[in-house]
């Protein structure tokens, strides 16, 4: 339970979801989201957890195992080789943020933020992405950092950490919320975030809503199938998936109210982008009391929780490769560390010498990772799960393993059999312009 949360929360929910709020509009892709969360979110994730208890294996040959099971075809293993391709995909970016982060620490520890004001939070942001050697000095350090532990397979003890440090990063989410609360233009956050205007609803919102609650949740790929392969047989499901998810919607929206208590108070642009929470919260830290020890707490916990995630992002595959050949733990996390890191240094050079190189639809290479595998390669892979646990599995397995009784079982089986493949097959269609 402590790796499926120490996985889902990251990134997705400090750095991400801030600034997907702002690109999409505020609260109509706020309000789309927690529905995409409670509707396709948490089913989705019951699944992916009974899948992976059930299976007891990495997500590629765990299908390949209940396919058996239920008799089915075994061209279902690949939903779980596509997984895996697609977490390295993400970790080819996931890094070089996890490396601007490593790289925020160094500045906190310097006291780079005294008094800092919005203009110079962005010359100082845009100076680190105009910096290939600097970002690709992080993003390396980021990377061994990851697969270090993953070539050891020491992940359980920094699995245990999480019990302390994710309390930890919520506290001090608490305590930046509370001083945003204070000096920030908090009403203007909170109306900007909450408030129900159902007409800014665009379909660009939803798909990008849908696409982040797969990111956030960590869904889709197969890592929460290996954490749901360890957790104990006397577990419910239902109750740790649902802590999970509110916990980890929860913190995102927490960072968010706190970001845009000061944009708004400091005349930021609320639709900055990626590098939003980097030239926002450098201001905070940067006046509030003893923001020099808080700012370089809070990157640090948000390091550690980037670090976890990525581990989640590689372990399916390493898994696969041990499991199945003779190539040892360290070699495969050396082949797959310098591929992902080769990916990582293109994503890098995307951020300055190589913006002008567009992959498709004017999209740079990290937009074009980043939207390929929230928008389609996820939510592909939670559709095909949920339809194989709804269509394909035995009723009577998947109730077994669930634990849930006739309600609870209903709602799960609505949800996963129906609501979800239709809202994520509604949002490819129209990606591929069938509704418009
Ligand atoms: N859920 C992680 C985050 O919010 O940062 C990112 C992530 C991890 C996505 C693992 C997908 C995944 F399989």
Redo the contacts with the bound molecule.
């Keep these: 339970m402590l790796a499926t949360a120490g996985?889902?929360?990251?990134?997705?929910?400090i750095w991400k979801l801030p600034y997907m709020i702002g690109v999409n509009g505020g609260s109509a892709f706020v309000l789309v989201f927690i529905a995409c969360i409670f509707f396709v979110g948490i089913p989705l994730m019951m699944t992916e957890v009974l899948l992976g208890r059930r299976a007891q294996k990495n997500p590629l040959d765990g299908m390949a195992a209940l396919a058996k099971e239920a008799n089915a075809n075994p061209v279902w293993r690949y939903v779980g080789g596509m997984g895996m391709i697609t977490?390295l995909l993400?970790l080819g970016f996931y890094s070089v943020i996890g490396g601007w982060v490593l790289s925020y620490i160094w500045f906190a520890l310097q006291d780079t933020f005294l008094n800092i004001d919005g203009a110079h939070a962005k010359a100082n942001f845009d100076a680190l992405l105009a910096s290939p050697v600097t970002l690709i000095f992080w993003h390396t350090a980021f990377m061994v950092l990851t697969m270090g532990v993953v070539a050891n397979g020491v992940n359980q003890g920094l699995e245990r950490a999480n019990n302390i440090l994710i309390p930890a990063l919520f506290v001090i989410l608490l305590i930046l919320l509370g001083y945003s609360m204070a000096v920030g233009d908090f009403a203007t956050s909170r109306h900007f975030m909450f408030s129900l205007d159902f007409s800014k609803i665009t379909p660009v919102a939803v798909l990008s809503a849908l696409g982040h609650a797969f990111?956030?949740?960590?869904l889709g790929?197969g890592?929460v199938m290996v954490y749901g392969s360890y957790l104990r047989r006397d577990v419910s499901i239902a109750r740790t998936t649902i802590y999970i998810a509110l916990a980890d919607t929860a913190l995102g929206l927490l960072v968010g109210l706190a970001i845009y208590s000061l944009v708004f108070a400091n005349h930021l642009e609320p639709a900055a982008g990626p590098g939003l929470i980097f030239q926002t919260l450098p201001i905070a830290f940067g006046h509030m009391p003893g923001g020099h020890v808080i700012g370089v707490l809070f990157f640090l916990l948000v390091a550690f929780a980037a670090w976890t995630?990525a581990i989640?992002?590689v372990e399916p595959a390493i898994a696969w490769i041990t499991e199945n050949t003779r190539i040892t733990r360290l070699q495969s996390a050396w082949m797959i560390g310098l591929t992902v890191w080769l990916l990582g240094v293109a994503v890098v050079l995307s951020f300055n010498d190589w913006s002008h190189i567009k992959i498709v639809f004017g999209l740079n290479i990290f937009e074009t990772l980043d939207k390929l595998t929230s928008t389609i390669l996820l939510p592909l892979g939670g559709i095909l799960m949920a339809l194989f646990a709804g269509y394909v599995m035995k009723k009577d397995h998947v109730q077994e393993e669930l634990g849930l009784h006739d309600t609870g079982f209903k709602g799960w089986r609505i949800t996963n059999n129906i609501v979800a493949p239709i809202a994520i097959l509604a949002v490819f269609l129209y990606l591929f312009g069938v509704i418009k």
């Design positions: 996985s889902a929360i990251g990134l997705g929910n977490g993400i990111f956030s949740l960590s790929m890592a995630s989640s992002l």
